[in-house]
């Protein structure tokens, strides 16, 4: 993908390979951005419906309570990405991102141990 002022490849346009996944994700993944089209629907249903499916094995697995409603947990999962990514003066490291995404999901705010 080229894009760019006089076809220069800009630095976006190598983690962005379709231009439609800027309006589903744009800055708050779970959000979507301008008008979406039938190619960025697309991909946020395939999105919503692998992250669904990555919580049920979770739940299989006893990571996530017998009766956790997913739609909600995939919900809040894509939440705290988008408050993980704009938290200002976080660290960028994408494993301490994760981290903090799946410590928070999984064990809330509380005490652990």
């Known amino acids: 993908m080229g894009g760019g002022a006089a076809g220069k490849e800009l630095p976006h346009d190598r983690h962005v390979p379709n231009p439609d996944i800027g309006r589903v994700v744009g800055n708050r ?3 979507l951005t301008g008008s979406p ?3 960025s629907a697309a ?11 990555l919580l049920d094995r979770a739940q299989q697995e006893g990571l996530l309570a017998p009766d956790a409603d997913l ?12 408050e993980a990514l704009s938290r200002p003066g976080a660290d960028q490291d994408p494993d301490a991102q994760a981290t903090l995404v799946i410590g928070t999901l999984l064990h809330g705010a509380g005490p652990r141990g």
Do not use: H, K, N, S
């Open 29 to 31: 993944p779970g959000r």
């Open 37 to 39: 089209t039938a190619a």
């Open 43 to 53: 991909l946020r249903a395939e999105i919503d419906a692998q992250t669904v499916q």
């Open 71 to 82: 739609e909600w947990t995939r919900q809040v999962y894509c939440a705290l990405l988008g």
